[in-house]
């Protein structure tokens, strides 16, 4: 018997092309595992996915070996293949159910920016993921956390916030969960947690733009990664220029 190495742990899921992978991704998957007190993160490297293109992407096992070459001795993040393995579109509502028959004792926690809440109506069957893992929900660009419930109000009705600090207005709350009152009374279980980190202002495109016209991208993404994209220069500008 294969034995689950999440079983009975709680797992952020984080997904993205990591087009390369960075150490704003890194940094990112360190501080929601520290504040959310997460066992691991997993990482969902995206395959087909169902919004963007696929132009200037570089190969999936590419992209793999990047993060390989950059979480040496980082033994809490693993990275997972799994949209490789499912036909068509990479729709998360999917990965996230393949996910859980593989690793059924976990407790999933699905990491997202909150401007991809936002979008949340536009994703398949986007509403009812918070029926397969907790939502996490970060902070980015002054969002706050009374940005973040008027966002879910107009998806779910019923809702209720409760910040962290009860002391403090909404609008200042660094963590707040969010209910809905259709759940048992009192509600036992978020389906959703808003949090406001620290974030590194890096992006892959600048990174990839910076790459190309051979600036030094040293202190952006690790030194293994860099040697990897510089020993394939070839194949990465054919995808990269």
């Given at each position: 018997?294969?034995?689950?190495?999440?079983a009975?742990?709680k797992?952020?899921?984080?997904?993205?092309?990591?087009?390369?992978?960075?150490?704003?991704?890194?940094?990112?998957?360190?501080?929601?595992?520290?504040?959310?007190?997460?066992?691991?993160?997993?990482?969902?490297?995206?395959?087909?996915?169902?919004?963007?293109?696929?132009?200037?992407?570089?190969?999936?096992?590419?992209?793999?070996?990047?993060?390989?070459?950059s979480?040496?001795?980082?033994?809490?993040?693993?990275?997972?293949?799994?949209?490789?393995?499912?036909?068509?579109?990479?729709?998360?509502?999917?990965?996230?159910?393949?996910?859980?028959?593989?690793?059924p004792?976990?407790a999933?926690?699905?990491?997202?920016?909150?401007?991809?809440f936002?979008?949340?109506?536009?994703?398949?069957?986007?509403?009812?993921?918070?029926?397969?893992?907790?939502?996490?929900?970060?902070?980015?660009?002054?969002?706050?956390a009374?940005?973040?419930?008027?966002?879910?109000?107009?998806?779910w009705?019923?809702?209720?916030?409760?910040?962290?600090?009860?002391?403090?207005?909404?609008?200042?709350?660094?963590?707040?969960?969010?209910?809905?009152?259709?759940?048992?009374?009192?509600?036992?279980?978020?389906?959703?947690?808003?949090?406001?980190?620290?974030?590194?202002?890096?992006?892959?495109?600048?990174?990839?733009?910076?790459?190309?016209?051979?600036?030094?991208?040293?202190?952006?993404?690790?030194?293994?990664?860099?040697?990897?994209?510089?020993?394939?220069?070839?194949?990465?500008?054919?995808?990269?220029a």
């Open positions: 018997m294969v034995t689950d190495k999440f009975n742990k797992i952020g899921i984080m997904g993205g092309a990591f087009n390369p992978f960075h150490i704003g991704h890194l940094r990112h998957a360190i501080e929601i595992a520290e504040e959310l007190n997460l066992d691991a993160i997993d990482l969902l490297v995206s395959h087909n996915h169902p919004h963007k293109s696929k132009e200037g992407l570089l190969p999936f096992e590419m992209r793999v070996q990047c993060i390989e070459k979480l040496q001795h980082i033994d809490f993040i693993h990275i997972n293949q799994i949209e490789k393995e499912i036909q068509g579109k990479s729709y998360t509502d999917i990965i996230l159910t393949e996910w859980k028959k593989s690793h004792l976990a999933p926690y699905f990491l997202m920016g909150i401007e991809d936002s979008a949340l109506p536009t994703w398949h069957n986007g509403l009812k993921l918070h029926e397969i893992t907790r939502l996490i929900v970060v902070a980015r660009h002054g969002k706050t009374r940005d973040f419930f008027e966002i879910a109000k107009t998806y009705n019923n809702c209720i916030i409760k910040g962290e600090n009860a002391s403090l207005p909404l609008h200042a709350q660094k963590k707040a969960q969010l209910y809905l009152s259709e759940q048992k009374n009192p509600p036992q279980q978020p389906v959703c947690t808003f949090i406001d980190i620290p974030t590194l202002n890096i992006d892959a495109t600048t990174i990839r733009k910076l790459w190309c016209s051979r600036h030094n991208i040293s202190g952006l993404v690790h030194d293994g990664a860099i040697r990897f994209l510089d020993e394939n220069k070839e194949i990465v500008k054919k995808y990269w």
